[in-house]
């Protein structure tokens, strides 16, 4: 109908996660993946790196030259990484809630920076800010062949 289709608009939109290597040594890479799945996003692709610098030095450009560029990109560099994308209606900022805020001393609890972390340089976890940034980063961490298009069967149990 005219409603599923309306209710439905926007479901593809997609953002990037990357669970930092703080994230991976505190064990929390389930857990996180668990809060997406279960608020009814689609996971479309999934996997564990080595970021090598020239890929990290893409994603943080705008940070380039601040204070905390170097630190950001050996923190980063320092082990692997569990990158994802997700999939649904708002993702990208409904993703941004679900991380908190960059310092998790202003993060409630509740969401996963809020629950895990404590300063802004060991926040655990990344998810792109805006649509431009979500395709960006996407593009950058992965191949377009590592991205998955499936439906999912409880669809219409996520969606009107
Ligand atoms: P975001 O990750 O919430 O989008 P940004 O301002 O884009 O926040 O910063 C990117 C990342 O750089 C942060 O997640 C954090 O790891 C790091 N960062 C930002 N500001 C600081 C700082 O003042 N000290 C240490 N690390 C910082």
Known sequence: SKLDILNMAGASERTFIMI???GVQRGVVGDIIRRFEQRGYKLVALKMLQPP???LESHYEEHKGKKFYEPLLEYIG???VVATVWEGVNVITVGRK???ATDPAK???GTIRGDFGIVTGRNIVHGS???SAAKREIG???RPEEVS???HTAEKWIYE
Do not use: N, R, T
């Open 149 to 151: 298009d499936w439906k």
């Open 53 to 55: 610098k020239a890929l």
């Open 78 to 80: 320092s082990g692997p």
């Open 20 to 22: 930092k290597p703080d």
């Open 129 to 131: 800010d805006s649509e």
């Open 107 to 109: 993060s409630e609890p």
């Open 98 to 100: 679900m991380l908190g």
């Open 140 to 142: 950058l961490w992965f």
